[in-house]
């Protein structure tokens, strides 16, 4: 028997908590358009995003380490990917909706320019007074505005709830401001985005700080966080092999997510929330660790900010992709017709600065540095 949209709709009904967002729910698109006979809403968005061409070049885009470096360190692609696996655990054990979940893990980035934070950094001074650059935005942007690829409207025509979710995407890393949605809390599923992209973040960037020697297991032992997977693992010190260290990385995982679905039950058992509404008239997150392991996190965090994105590898890496912005910048602002065709059409009606930070947000690492080569290299071909 083959299951239908009109069946996967009725799963969703009779399976999900009764906080969770239903697709058949939705509060539509956009732009007016035939539902699909064999997916939900929700998971026809996930298949948009995923099939974008930003998702694409997630591939080659920074996390922390540059492209250049090293094959093994993760991307903003596979970073995505994490996040979204996380989500989706996480959807599943509360009975939300693991599609609208994924959808906006997958999106959450899709904005983010090449170098990571650095570049980021880097095309919001240059925004000043011209609206900033912020990649929360600019992800909404893409799915809204500047993907290309359906002959009746510009972007991918999402439905509400996945564009709401990408829109309050949040963590200390990310913020969120748009007018575009009322003021209420975020939908379940947006908060377990959140929760899943700071989870995946902090553990993530602990693998490959110990993998590429930026900072070793005996700088750890002062983090109470690292003495209990210790403890856990009954590793006792020593040099900590391939094979050890993803053992303490699927611990500290593990740790996390057994901590937040603990410490969210307890407070969705509180409110026992009847609809999706209720969540969102709710003043708070309820999505969110216990308060012992968010101080156990600060450390982790304090620790991972001194130790490896200050440290002078990565600060190198960061101060070497601020030039290839900025240079590249100039070089569009003052001629903008280097930019491609696609870019120059936009100019009579746009912002020659937005303009160019949108192409520049396009970019991938490698595609930048190439882009540098061949506006400043007079033995680079244009």
Sequence with gaps: MLLNRERF????AETLAPFAL???ASMGRRYSEPESQTRTAFQRDRDRILHSAAFRRLEYKTQVFVNDEGDYYRTRLTHTLEVAQIGRTLARAFGANEDLVEAICLAHDLGHPPFGHAGETTLNKLMEGR?????NFQSFRVVTELEKRYVG????????ETLEGIAKHETEYDSSDFPTFDDSTASLEAQIANVADELAYNAHDLDDGLQSGLFSPDELASLEIWVILCQRLGWTGGRLDEVTRHAFIR???GLQVADVLSATAERLEKLAPQSPRDIQNHPENLVKHSENLLALNRALKDFLYQNMYR??????????????TEEIFKA????????PDEYQLRLEQEDTHRVVADYIASMTDRSAVLEYRRLYDPLMRP
């Excluded at 409207?153 to 509400?160: D, E, K, M, V």
């Excluded at 002078?312 to 290839?324: N, S």
């Design 9 to 12: 709709e009725q799963i969703e």
């Design 22 to 24: 239903l697709s058949r």
């Design 131 to 135: 609206g900033g650059f912020n990649h």
């Design 153 to 160: 409207w510009p972007g991918l025509n999402l439905t509400h």
């Design 251 to 253: 611990e500290l995982i």
């Design 311 to 324: 440290q002078f590898r990565v600060v190198r890496m960061a101060k070497r992709a601020e030039r290839f």
């Design 332 to 339: 569009y602002l003052d001629e903008p017709e280097q930019l």
